[in-house]
């Protein structure tokens, strides 16, 4: 379904008609999206999968300002720093 809704004039776009078909188990499987603490834990299994390299993005185009505002400090005052002390004690 999302490959025939797929337009890639709307790539990572919110409310894309692509964003609105994917079913929230094609986001768990793909993608890590969640609270901080879960973020956490789903972006250390990659790292101890032996991953070295990621792209974080904390929302899309549209998304709401307050929210895109939001998801930014959460990533960037509890995600990443929680990353960095775990990778300096390993």
Do not use: W
């Not at 956490?40 to 185009?61: F, S």
């Not at 509890?78 to 004690?89: D, K, T, Y």
């Amino acid at each position: 379904e999302v490959h025939h809704a797929y337009d890639m004039n709307h790539h990572f776009s919110h409310g894309s008609p692509q964003s609105r078909d994917l079913p929230p188990e094609l986001v768990d499987e793909f993608g890590i999206a969640g609270p901080p603490d879960y973020c956490i834990g789903r972006l250390r299994e990659l790292a101890d999968l032996g991953l070295t390299k990621l792209i974080l993005l904390g929302g899309g185009v549209g998304m709401d300002r307050e929210a895109l505002a939001r998801s930014h400090k959460l990533l960037a005052e509890e995600v990443l720093p929680a990353l960095r002390a775990g990778s300096s004690s390993s």
